[in-house]
């Protein structure tokens, strides 16, 4: 079982719905958690940055940490074409650097 | 200010031959990463500098790959006799120094092993 598990999709959903995407992990010493944003081409860029359980809301993106379901969630509400991306989820454990990514979910939101 | 910058963006390579990739952290950034994004498998770590400290060079897959980091800036990963599962994207992400800083990631290498 690897460290953290997300559903690759491919997601596809109308414009200013609401998107969903999750990972679940395995090591209970993950302690801070990211999403990151990687267009076409590009390199990822960071999102959002949790470290307790609980939600972290940044204009339409709220970020969600459930620590004893080993569960994270990104929503993004009124979806835009210009959200269309890969969407990776990335923990790691306290002081150290290294992050754990999941495999990314690729979104499409349609005009 | 300028972003961590790669090059070249993309490299077709035979098997066999060697081949380096080079990383432009962000200026003044102290931790420079690099990563390995293959289809359907995601980033994987590689390589990790820290200042003037020994990399940590767990995440390299085989001694087939090295990476150096010139003057605390400037980094080359170079992946000898490629093979043909070394194609992916290669990442280099800089930091300003804390474990907890932001890895600020540049537009990655395609590498392709023919």
């Known amino acids: 079982q690897k460290e953290v598990e997300q559903d690759p999709g491919p997601l596809s959903v109308p414009e200013g719905a609401i998107v969903s995407l999750n990972c679940t992990y395995s090591n209970s010493a993950f302690q801070y958690f990211m999403w990151y944003r990687q267009y076409s081409r590009k390199g990822p860029e960071l999102l959002m940055y949790t470290y307790s359980s609980g939600n972290k809301e940044d204009g339409r993106f709220t970020a969600q940490v459930d620590k004893s379901s080993k569960y994270i969630s990104l929503f993004i509400r009124d979806s835009q074409p210009s959200d269309s991306a890969t969407y990776l989820c990335a923990m790691r454990k306290g002081s150290n650097y290294k992050l754990t990514f999941g495999k990314g979910t690729l979104l499409t939101v349609n005009p | 200010g300028a972003g961590v910058s790669q090059s070249p963006s993309n490299k077709v390579t035979e098997k066999g031959k060697d081949v380096e990739l080079r990383c432009d952290p962000i200026s003044g950034h102290t931790a420079l990463y690099w990563y390995r994004q293959s289809l359907g498998q995601g980033l994987e770590f590689l390589i990790y500098f820290q200042g003037n400290s020994a990399p940590d060079k767990s995440g390299l897959p085989s001694d087939r790959f090295s990476a150096e980091r010139t003057g605390g800036s400037v980094s080359t990963l170079t992946i000898q006799r490629t093979q043909q599962e070394d194609s992916a994207v290669y990442l280099c992400?800089?930091?300003?120094?804390?474990?907890?800083?932001?890895?600020?990631f540049g537009p990655g290498t395609r590498l392709t092993v023919l």
């Open positions: 992400a800089s930091s300003s120094g804390g474990a907890g800083d932001t890895q600020y």
